[in-house]
């Protein structure tokens, strides 16, 4: 006979996503039947602000049903940026690389408050943010502009101050991917990264932010899906998994007694290896309180299955179970109340949701951000009406898995326009061949200025073909780094190079405007560039 009660006790320990704007029927019965602890909201389920706030008030409907004593936990990844997750009607604020560059701990406090405050009208109680990866390594694939920067010290303050402010706006916070992704220059969504730096590196770096901000009051860590030899000494175990990690580092080592959260599960770091649902009993006996399974209704419920095996055979030991129970129910005591829910019938988004205040915050902190790195007496330029420009850019704007290609549609083109209006576009894909750069150059020269954004270029990209050749023209150009600030260390020698760490169009606007001297801008680059200038 199965135990219900040892059933919704590993229930608990599951956060589970689905592919719908509206909720499930299988979601509502593991609800009912499971009592699972979470729900990760992703793109597919996030429509206009009234269709989050319904979505997000059926789930806890139906939690409320099911007699929990105490609200679900409803995340997303809204680290701003490259990576977000709401959309239409909902605020876009700077990303942490962004703030960075602003170089001011009181931005990254207001843009977290704010954000909080949006997610929390929504409906959203749990933001898995701030990632406190120190990108010391140009080749990351997956962290890049995600990070706030190079330096600890500084991804330490940034990172704890947006800390601060989700949780002044009552949402609780997530310190990600422990104990660090930074260094690496594999994807755990697509392999698994091996870091093999020394415990005494790792604490100067890598686990500095992590130290100070759990000193600082964290609500929740993340676990990388990334092998440490110098931690973990069996081959291939990845953070996730291991009980050094989890249990020896971060709760007795560095004393967090928080909950402590896996990544996907449903990564191939994890699932090409042990697999998704060995994965979750074997992060539960490392120490993890929560399994994060974002995708697959099968996987998810023969992870809690295996979970229960595991305790009936004696493989995990019951209080394991017990004890993640008791840290959630905390956190929720701390941050959830069924008084806070309304769960009338009627939709109403709180005004909070992209006013204009927080439109304004967002404006001003992208000023502050978006950094001239390279001009050599070009800017501002001055125009007259009647002189042309040509804006020249790739036409996706994703490379990561962790990005939403809802917001994949570049507008550099619009942003340029808003300032001239005599501009026009060429977009060109990933497979551009040497014929289509000598046409982009023939035309070219029938403009008066020519605006260059790129997105994350690598060693052989024909967008150094591109600007090479209009080097060799000597025609007037800027180049807008889109995303990495890396792009430059690929590139000759250019006029103008300005980087704005993310394509959103409220920061391309503003590098617009500072292109033609509309806009003041005064950030400075958080990571080290090696530019052939």
Same mark, same amino acid.
């Given at each position: 006979?199965?135990?219900?009660g040892?059933?919704?006790?590993?229930?608990?320990?599951?956060v589970?996503?689905?592919?719908?704007?509206?909720v499930p029927?299988?979601?509502?019965?593991m609800i009912?039947n499971?009592?699972?602890?979470g729900?990760?909201?992703?793109g597919?389920?996030i429509?206009?602000?009234?269709?989050?706030?319904?979505?997000?008030?059926?789930?806890?409907?139906e939690?409320?049903? %099911?007699?929990?004593?105490?609200?679900l936990?409803?995340?997303? @990844?809204?680290?701003?940026?490259?990576?977000?997750r709401?959309?239409?009607?909902a605020?876009? $604020?700077?990303?942490?690389?962004?703030?960075g560059?602003?170089?001011?701990?009181?931005n990254a406090y207001q843009?977290?408050l704010?954000?909080?405050? #949006?997610?929390?009208a929504?409906g959203?109680?749990?933001n898995l943010a701030?990632v406190?990866?120190?990108?010391?390594?140009?080749d990351?694939?997956?962290?890049?502009v995600?990070s $706030?920067?190079e330096s600890?010290e500084m991804v330490?303050?940034?990172g704890? #101050?947006?800390?601060?402010?989700?949780q @002044?706006?009552?949402?609780?916070?997530t310190?990600?991917?422990?104990?660090?992704?930074?260094?690496?220059?594999v &994807?755990?969504?697509?392999?698994l990264?091996?870091?093999?730096?020394?415990?005494e590196?790792l604490?100067?770096?890598?686990?500095?932010?992590?130290?100070k901000?759990?000193e600082?009051?964290a609500?929740?860590?993340m676990?990388?899906h990334?092998?440490f030899?110098s931690i973990?000494t069996t081959?291939g175990?990845?953070?996730?998994?291991?009980?050094?990690?989890?249990?020896?580092?971060?709760?007795?080592?560095?004393?967090?007694?928080?909950?402590?959260?896996?990544?996907c599960?449903?990564?191939?770091?994890?699932?090409n290896? +042990?697999?998704t649902?060995?994965?979750g009993?074997? %992060?539960?006996?490392?120490?993890? &309180?929560?399994?994060?399974?974002s995708?697959?209704?099968s996987?998810?419920i023969?992870?809690i299955?295996?979970?229960e095996h595991?305790?009936?055979?004696g493989e995990?030991?019951?209080?394991l179970i017990?004890?993640?129970n008791q840290r959630?129910?905390?956190?929720?005591?701390?941050?959830?109340?069924?008084d806070?829910?309304s769960?009338n019938?009627?939709?109403?988004?709180?005004s909070?949701v992209?006013?204009?205040q927080?439109?304004?915050?967002?404006? #001003?902190?992208?000023?502050q951000s978006v950094?001239i790195?390279?001009?050599?007496?070009?800017?501002?330029v001055s125009?007259? #009406?009647?002189?042309?420009?040509?804006?020249?850019?790739?036409?996706?704007g994703?490379?990561m898995?962790?990005? @939403?290609?809802?917001?994949?549609?570049?507008?550099?083109?619009? %942003?340029?326009?808003?300032y001239?209006?005599?501009?026009?576009?060429?977009?060109?894909?990933?497979?551009?061949?040497d014929?289509e750069?000598?046409?982009?150059?023939?035309?070219?020269?029938?403009?008066? $200025?020519?605006?260059?954004?790129?997105?994350?270029?690598m060693?052989g990209?024909?967008?150094?073909?591109l600007?090479e050749?209009?080097?060799k023209?000597?025609?007037?150009y800027? +180049?807008?780094?889109?995303?990495?600030?890396? &792009?430059?260390? $690929?590139?000759?020698? +250019?006029?103008?190079y300005?980087?704005?760490?993310?394509?959103?169009?409220?920061?391309l606007?503003?590098a617009?405007?500072?292109?033609f001297?509309?806009?003041?801008?005064?950030?400075?680059?958080?990571?080290?560039?090696?530019s052939k200038k």
């Amino acid at each position: 006979m199965v135990d219900s009660g040892l059933k919704k006790k590993i229930g608990r320990l599951l956060v589970i996503g689905f592919p719908d704007k509206q909720v499930p029927d299988y979601v509502r019965e593991m609800i009912h039947n499971y009592h699972i602890g979470g729900i990760i909201l992703f793109g597919r389920n996030i429509g206009t602000p009234e269709e989050i706030l319904a979505l997000t008030t059926d789930l806890q409907s139906e939690a409320k049903k %099911a007699e929990y004593e105490h609200p679900l936990l409803i995340c997303v @990844d809204q680290e701003n940026g490259v990576v977000r997750r709401l959309g239409e009607g909902a605020t876009i $604020f700077p990303g942490a690389m962004t703030l960075g560059a602003s170089g001011n701990p009181e931005n990254a406090y207001q843009i977290g408050l704010a954000t909080g405050k #949006e997610l929390k009208a929504l409906g959203i109680n749990w933001n898995l943010a701030p990632v406190l990866d120190v990108n010391n390594n140009p080749d990351n694939p997956v962290i890049g502009v995600r990070s $706030f920067g190079e330096s600890a010290e500084m991804v330490a303050k940034l990172g704890g #101050e947006m800390m601060k402010g989700m949780q @002044d706006a009552g949402v609780i916070t997530t310190l990600k991917h422990f104990p660090g992704h930074g260094d690496t220059n594999v &994807d755990s969504h697509l392999d698994l990264p091996i870091i093999t730096h020394s415990k005494e590196r790792l604490d100067k770096i890598e686990l500095l932010p992590f130290k100070k901000n759990i000193e600082a009051g964290a609500d929740t860590v993340m676990t990388a899906h990334v092998y440490f030899p110098s931690i973990e000494t069996t081959p291939g175990i990845p953070a996730t998994r291991s009980k050094k990690v989890i249990t020896g580092l971060l709760r007795e080592e560095l004393g967090f007694n928080g909950v402590v959260t896996t990544d996907c599960m449903e990564m191939n770091a994890i699932a090409n290896g +042990v697999g998704t649902e060995r994965g979750g009993v074997e %992060a539960v006996k490392s120490g993890v &309180d929560l399994v994060m399974i974002s995708h697959t209704p099968s996987k998810q419920i023969n992870t809690i299955k295996e979970i229960e095996h595991a305790v009936n055979s004696g493989e995990i030991d019951e209080e394991l179970i017990n004890q993640s129970n008791q840290r959630i129910a905390a956190l929720k005591e701390k941050y959830l109340s069924w008084d806070e829910i309304s769960l009338n019938k009627e939709i109403v988004v709180p005004s909070i949701v992209g006013n204009k205040q927080h439109e304004e915050l967002a404006h #001003e902190v992208y000023k502050q951000s978006v950094t001239i790195v390279v001009n050599d007496n070009v800017l501002p330029v001055s125009l007259n #009406e009647n002189q042309r420009v040509l804006v020249v850019c790739p036409d996706n704007g994703t490379t990561m898995q962790v990005e @939403d290609k809802r917001y994949a549609t570049l507008s550099l083109d619009e %942003a340029i326009k808003y300032y001239h209006k005599k501009t026009d576009v060429y977009y060109f894909s990933k497979a551009i061949t040497d014929n289509e750069i000598t046409s982009i150059l023939d035309k070219a020269q029938q403009y008066d $200025f020519i605006i260059v954004g790129t997105l994350t270029i690598m060693n052989g990209s024909k967008q150094i073909s591109l600007i090479e050749g209009l080097n060799k023209l000597n025609l007037p150009y800027a +180049v807008i780094a889109m995303r990495s600030p890396y &792009d430059l260390n $690929f590139l000759p020698r +250019v006029p103008v190079y300005i980087s704005t760490y993310e394509f959103t169009f409220p920061v391309l606007k503003v590098a617009a405007g500072a292109i033609f001297g509309k806009e003041d801008v005064s950030g400075k680059l958080p990571v080290t560039l090696t530019s052939k200038k």
